[in-house]
């Protein structure tokens, strides 16, 4: 079984200042790892994604997310936050085996501070 | 491309009735769509599994014969929540795999908001 947990639910950030969502995951197989952006009243737009090639990510709006096996983790990183990037994010996880089915992590709603 | 389409983007029906939510890939075709349902500050939970042309996948818990899904076609997923009732309400999200752009990602439509009254 797959499973995934996000340290904090709610993350707040001043604009301009790094961003830092946790993400740690559970897998008995090679997983595969990504991060979802949610905006309010939409559906889930693909941020970036980690399947078994390198180890650091690159997505859109200047995210990356770095997959560290020895830690079981994919952080979500951002070295400098913007208001439009006030929204819910979701890591999630899946595998092959397990026929490509995503489980998702709580989420992390991410507030940008004026 | 990649994107993933569905209607009524937002419903209110009465208690007992049937409603159907449709799912479509737009630019690309779809031999597998799921369904996902989410509360209120909450996560996704998947529904079920559907293939076209043949039967849905339903994950545990999950009532096959109050939740309908259709895969018709390759661009095309139906959900019909059948004598929904206030419980039912929720977030109703699709996704979409688009096969040329490898099995590993899912394209989410923008959901359907189910009230029942």
């Known amino acids: 079984a797959q499973s995934v947990t996000q340290l904090g639910s709610h993350v707040s950030v001043s604009e301009g200042a790094l961003v830092l969502l946790r993400c740690n995951y559970s897998?008995?197989?090679?997983?595969?790892l990504f991060w979802y952006v949610q905006y309010p009243n939409q559906g889930l737009q693909l941020l970036l994604k980690?399947?078994?090639?390198?180890?650091l990510v690159k997505g859109i709006n200047g995210f990356e997310a770095e997959f560290k096996k020895s830690e079981t983790s994919f952080h979500l990183t951002k070295p400098s936050a913007h208001m439009s990037d006030a929204a819910e994010y979701f890591c999630?996880?899946?595998?092959?085996?397990?026929?490509?089915?995503?489980?998702f992590g709580q989420g992390t709603r991410l507030t940008i501070n004026p | 491309g990649a994107v993933v389409s569905q209607h009524p983007s937002w419903v209110i029906c009465k208690s007992g009735t049937s409603v159907k939510i449709e799912c479509r890939s737009l630019?690309?075709?779809?031999?597998?769509m799921f369904w996902y349902r989410q509360f209120p500050k909450q996560s996704l939970m998947l529904m079920a599994t559907?293939?076209?042309?043949?039967?849905?996948?339903?994950e545990q818990g999950v009532e096959k014969d109050k939740f309908l899904i259709n895969h018709a076609s390759l661009t095309l997923s139906t959900l019909t929540v059948t004598s929904a009732h206030p419980e039912d309400s929720s977030f109703y999200i699709c996704?979409?795999?688009?096969?040329?752009?490898?099995?590993?990602?899912?394209?989410f439509g923008p959901g359907t908001r189910l009230t029942v009254l």
């Open positions: 897998s008995s197989v090679p997983p595969y």
């Open positions: 630019d690309f075709q779809a031999t597998t």
């Open positions: 559907s293939n076209e042309g043949s039967k849905a996948t339903y």
């Open positions: 999630a996880v899946s595998s092959i085996q397990g026929a490509q089915k995503l489980v």
């Open positions: 980690y399947t078994s090639a390198a180890t």
């Open positions: 996704s979409a795999r688009d096969l040329n752009r490898g099995i590993d990602t899912q394209y």
